[in-house]
């Protein structure tokens, strides 16, 4: 079993930036690749970005590219999403989640594992 619990979120004007992380405990952490999704209200549950068990592979959603970094401290049990110039349309609950063997995965169905999600606004 893995528990994980995301901090961070928060009410940001557009072009702000936030950081958020997720903290893992349970089983070996850097067996698992991480990711974190989005949903808003009334959409489906989407890919933002993944990585890999080592940090080394990165994936991003073309709407993020370029704007939103993901990394991890594997001796932290923590992964991080670095959001900066925030758009309105970033305004979602924001999920992390970790998939046993070490790829990243663009995929939700992939994860083994989910925290509770912790709540972005962005306002225009």
């Known amino acids: 079993q893995v528990q994980l619990v995301e901090s961070g979120g928060g009410l940001v004007q557009a072009g702000g930036s936030l950081r958020l992380s997720c903290a893992a405990s349970?089983?070996?952490?850097?067996?698992?690749?991480m990711g974190w999704f989005r949903q808003a209200p009334g959409k489906e549950r989407v890919f933002v970005a993944a990585?890999?068990?080592?940090?080394?592979?990165?994936y991003y959603a073309d709407s993020v590219k370029g704007r939103f970094t993901i990394s991890r401290d594997n001796a932290k049990n923590t992964v991080y999403l670095q959001m900066n110039s925030l758009k309105p349309e970033d305004t979602a609950v924001y999920y992390c989640?970790?998939?046993?063997?070490?790829?990243?995965?663009?995929?939700?169905?992939?994860?083994?594992?989910w925290g509770q999600g912790t709540q972005v606004t962005v306002s225009s």
């Open positions: 989640a970790a998939a046993f063997g070490g790829a990243p995965e663009r995929t939700a169905l992939n994860y083994d594992y």
């Open positions: 349970g089983r070996k952490f850097s067996s698992y690749a």
């Open positions: 990585i890999s068990w080592s940090g080394g592979r990165t």
